[in-house]
């Protein structure tokens, strides 16, 4: 099954330096088929074609990176959890990049 999300990835795209791309509405297709069928998903391929780009735009990370500079007293560590302010929690996305092991 196909989703055109094709105007919502308009809004997703943060900045005008980011261009939206028939390759980035794939990817924000499978992130919202991730989403709604509640798997994880992982993104892969060839360095430089554009997976962290199109991952930093679909999660919004640069506005998160914002909050987390403003708020960061307020990010609270506990024995077992970590809480992030409110205004972080309304994002519904995370932002993630593994380390390069040899």
Known sequence: MIIDNSSAVLDIAPS???VSTKEFRRFTEFCDACKRDNYIGLCYGPPGVGKSNSAEAYSNWND????YKQLSSQW???EDSFVA???VRLFDTAFVTAPVIN
């Open 76 to 78: 609270t560590r506990g």
């Open 85 to 87: 302010p409110p205004k």
């Open 64 to 67: 998160v990176e914002q909050l």
């Open 16 to 18: 005008n330096k980011f």
